[in-house]
């Protein structure tokens, strides 16, 4: 059964980091990509980072560019979302979820429902 577990959101003050994880099963990190949304209240879900399948090439959108690092480990099926000078507009439900193509309109793919996801709030 394909699945897809997000973890790690919590409180932190601004300037903070936190580790998001995705953990996965049912299919093979070498054949899937996968792509970090998020979505604050009021606000539209919004891409953030992805790596592909194969290669592990990332893409970052430009509001986390040099502050997240999207990364993968095989072995534990888990792919992680370092986010480092967290800023309370980063404050948000985030999102793991299997994509197409990573690339800037990286797409969620048609199977598979949205998770629960796990929420990251940035306040002092």
């Known amino acids: 059964q394909v699945q897809l577990v997000e973890s790690g959101g919590e409180l932190v003050q601004p300037g903070g980091s936190l580790r998001l994880s995705c953990a996965s099963s049912?299919?093979?990190?070498?054949?899937?990509?996968i792509g970090w949304f998020r979505q604050a209240p009021g606000k539209e879900r919004e891409r953030v980072s992805c790596?592909?399948?194969?290669?592990?090439?990332?893409y970052y959108s430009d509001f986390v560019k040099g502050r997240f690092t999207i990364s993968r480990d095989k072995a534990k099926n888990t792919v992680y979302l370092d986010m480092t000078g967290l800023k309370p507009e980063d404050s948000a439900v985030y999102y793991c979820?299997?994509?197409?193509?990573?690339?800037?309109?990286?797409?969620?793919?048609?199977?598979?429902?949205w998770g629960q996801g796990t929420q990251v709030t940035v306040s002092s």
């Open positions: 790596i592909s399948s194969g290669d592990a090439s990332t």
């Open positions: 979820v299997r994509i197409g193509w990573c690339i800037a309109e990286f797409r969620k793919t048609n199977s598979g429902a």
């Open positions: 049912g299919f093979s990190l070498d054949y899937v990509g």
